[in-house]
């Protein structure tokens, strides 16, 4: 049913959908030695030398242009942003720091990302996640994934050991799916969530409070797909593939801003696991 409150909401994510990695115990990792080539330490702020108090996560969308909110971005202690959008050039809006980046399969997987070579994926904690099947046969999806992560994985791990780079463990994603729909009236689409929703929980899990940006959309909301390309879809705000406008409503649910802070800002805030009482 669609009727929890937020707190409800909230502790339903923190108790059923851990926060997991591929960390190369399981096969078929394991047997590929992965153990010892994931970073050693776990995906949390120790991992990247500090305790986040207050995170940001900044949504791609068009409607984030002309808000001026980039400095106040950058105040956060970590910032989470998404696949290849940039902060050149669009700082007074988005600002520049980023301590996160959350990526799909195509961007390590698509020449025209160029994975490789873009200043993006320097110099920052890299989370890449690709779209297993829901049977969770982590033989299969090694074998068949939606697009090739691994091998580009392999290589960045054997040139940037030290660089954090982490795959979420699919279970992870379909946990958080079986959370929408365990909340949603309406049986919506079998496929995981946008990585809007997955970096906004992953940072549920990481800090202590987190405000997310033009995910619920601001009085700014516009059909501009991204605020980095003149690419003009309803899909890329509402959804088409991902679940996007269940995701929307549930991250509104648990809403502790103000009404203000949305309109104004499209800023959602969130308290991080394990500041409450569940
Ligand atoms: O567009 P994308 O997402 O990179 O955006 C990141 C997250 O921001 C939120 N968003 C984006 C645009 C918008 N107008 N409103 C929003 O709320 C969404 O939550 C979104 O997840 C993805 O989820 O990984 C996605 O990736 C792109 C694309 O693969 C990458 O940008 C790389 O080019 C997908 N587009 C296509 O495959 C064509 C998109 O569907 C989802």
Redesign the pocket.
């Known amino acids: 049913g669609g009727s929890k409150s937020g707190p409800e909401l909230h502790c339903q994510l923190q108790s059923e959908a851990r926060l997991g990695t591929l960390d190369g115990s399981q096969q078929p990792f394991a047997g590929l030695g992965w153990s010892h080539f994931v970073p050693r330490r776990p995906l949390a702020p120790a991992a990247m030398g500090s305790d986040f108090k207050t995170c940001a996560v900044v949504?791609?969308?068009?409607?984030i242009l002309n808000s001026s909110l980039g400095e106040e971005i950058d105040s956060h202690d970590a910032v989470l942003r998404?696949?290849?959008?940039p902060t050149k050039g669009y700082e007074r809006d988005v600002g520049n720091k980023t301590t996160i980046r959350l990526i799909?399969s195509?961007?390590m997987a698509l020449r025209k990302?160029h994975f490789n070579s873009s200043y993006l994926y320097r110099n920052v904690t890299l989370v890449a996640w690709d779209p297993a099947p829901y049977s969770l046969n982590l033989s299969e999806w090694y074998e068949n994934p939606d697009f090739d992560l691994f091998t580009s994985y392999v290589r960045w791990r054997q040139d940037r050991p030290d660089q954090p780079f982490y795959i979420l463990h699919p279970a992870y994603l379909w946990r958080l799916w079986d959370v929408i729909q365990s909340n949603t009236q309406e049986n919506i689409q079998p496929n995981p969530p946008?990585?809007?929703?997955i970096g906004t929980v992953l940072m549920m899990a990481l800090c202590r409070q987190v405000h997310v940006y033009?995910?619920v959309p601001s009085a700014r909301q516009t059909d501009l797909?991204?605020y980095y390309e003149e690419i003009h879809d309803e899909a890329?705000?509402l959804g088409?593939?991902?679940p996007?406008l269940y995701?929307?409503q549930l991250v509104q649910r648990m809403n502790a801003g103000t009404c203000d802070d949305l309109r104004v800002k499209g800023r959602v805030t969130l308290q991080g696991f394990g500041s409450d009482d569940c």
């Not at 949504?59 to 409607?63: D, F, H, K, N, P």
């Not at 998404?82 to 959008?85: K, L, R, S």
């Open positions: 949504m791609s969308a068009g409607a998404f696949n290849a959008a799909n195509q961007i990302h946008s990585s809007g929703f033009e995910y797909c991204h890329c705000t088409a593939y991902h996007l995701e929307k």
